[in-house]
């Protein structure tokens, strides 16, 4: 555990700019986030990208399924037409450009595997391929996340250095794992910041250090300022320490 409590910026500085764009990240570190959360999917020719959703229909205004576009496709469109405010057009990042922009940058990058709604299969093995670029910093600086244990468990099977997180939001999707192999799988937990209130003792007892999501009032954040169970509070918003 840092002597600090970290502050992530969820996709980014997402309430300043469209999430998970180049615009969203350098926005984050402009404002000094510890680090940023951001989101993976694998598109039909392989490449990891980064975007919340399986679609480009919210975040685009287009219709195409990351699983059956090409990055060349998913590139022709604008990631920030979605926002509240007009931006220069953000086209969709590959996870291997905002490591190379980024990852000397943060102090941790959370990265989710998004599993649970689609397998992409072999998105783990595109993962790791990554970790011969960028070497033991890729292990030191990247938490990966799922909703989807399997996804973890296959990361852990890859190599016994990632640091791995399982993410989940409610409780039958934490007891539907065996405690004892998340233990031996996880070096966090993140669960979600209402789940985590009606059962702080259940999460903290566990032993592992927890990254909550989604922060979005300094009240909160305050609170868990104060919780030395809290590794790392994943936030819309920018709050000082």
Known sequence: MPKKQLILGHR???????????????????????????DVHLTKDKHLVIIHDETTNRTALTKKEIEF???DELKKDDHGLFFKLQTQVQKILTLEEFLDKYLDLYQVINIEIKT?????????????????????KYFDKIVFSSF???TLRNMRKLNDKYQLAFLFWTETQFNSVDLNEIKEICQFLNPWTVLYDKNKKKYQQIGLPL?????????????????KHVYAQI????FEK
């Open 235 to 238: 936030s819309n918003y920018k």
């Open 211 to 227: 990254m909550l999501w989604t922060l979005k009032n300094k009240r909160k954040f305050e609170e868990y300022l104060n919780d």
């Open 116 to 136: 649970d709604q689609k397998e992409y299969k072999g998105i783990e093995q595109e993962l790791h391929k990554l970790s011969e670029k960028y070497g033991q």
């Open 69 to 71: 576009s090409t990055l």
């Open 148 to 150: 989807n244990f399997q």
């Open 12 to 38: 980014g500085y997402s309430a300043i700019a469209p999430e998970n764009t180049e615009l969203a990240f350098e926005m984050a570190y402009q404002y000094k986030f510890d680090g940023v959360e951001l």
